[in-house]
């Protein structure tokens, strides 16, 4: 399960990667380590096209299972996920790297994993939704009062030849292209899934281990 990535490309660099039209991030830093619960950008489909906008990472999981905050969707055929995996609840996650936690003693090891040791852009294949209810820290939401969010998770698949040996159940549906990119927004939802599928091991390599955050530099662009 995938509970911790990073984003180091800046908000011009992903404006420009993904054509969006709009951007709701403000001055957002580069982000060496996000966990679940925490806010992080995603590319969704705006009313005027795509926007990128911050939400919040997990959505609540069936009611069977307490509700609780689900980062990582694997079933989508699902009844639950059902509902969102249609071209308006779907959205791209960006990222530079991603953990996997090796079963190592006397404690987990964080393993890094990205496309190349630059860490260039990519996207998990998210999908998002409404939802109305108490989420975040108690300095962000100090009376717990209930408030309206929109909450992201991504998909998961079986894990490739890279991420296996470290965590062998699963692995982030990891998209790459442009092309990609634009179907995961724009398909037919039995089009769309078929990008989820592990990505070649000849695309994806470890990077780091050890740390809980990526420690590559940030993107030293201007911004526009």
Excluded at 25 to 38: E, V
Excluded at 170 to 178: G, S
Aim: aromatic share 8%; glycine share 8%.
């Amino acid at each position: 399960m995938c509970n911790l990535y990073s984003l180091r490309t800046g908000p011009a660099g992903l404006r420009r990667a993904f054509g969006t039209v709009g951007d709701r991030t403000g001055n957002l830093p580069p982000l060496p380590a996000i966990f679940p619960d925490q806010m992080a950008p995603v590319v969704w489909n705006g009313p005027e096209g795509r926007e990128l906008a911050l939400m919040r990472w997990g959505i609540p999981g069936p009611k069977a299972f307490g509700e609780h905050p689900v980062t990582n969707v694997r079933n989508a055929a699902s009844p639950h996920w059902r509902p969102w995996l249609g071209p308006a609840h779907r959205c791209l996650v960006p990222a530079n790297a991603f953990s996997e936690y090796a079963d190592a003693k006397p404690r987990k090891i964080p393993v890094w994993f990205a496309c190349d040791e630059d860490r260039p852009l990519f996207a998990f294949a998210g999908i998002w939704r409404p939802w109305t209810g108490v989420r975040g820290t108690k300095r962000e939401n100090p009376d717990r009062v209930p408030e309206e969010h929109r909450l992201f998770s991504f998909l998961t698949t079986e894990a490739n030849g890279v991420v296996g040996p470290v965590h062998p159940k699963a692995m982030p549906v990891v998209l790459t292209e442009p092309e990609e990119w634009a179907a995961w927004l724009e398909a037919p939802t039995a089009e769309a899934l078929k990008l989820q599928r592990p990505l070649p091991d000849s695309a994806l390599r470890e990077v780091a281990r050890g740390e809980r955050s990526d420690g590559a530099a940030p993107d030293a662009e201007p911004e526009a």
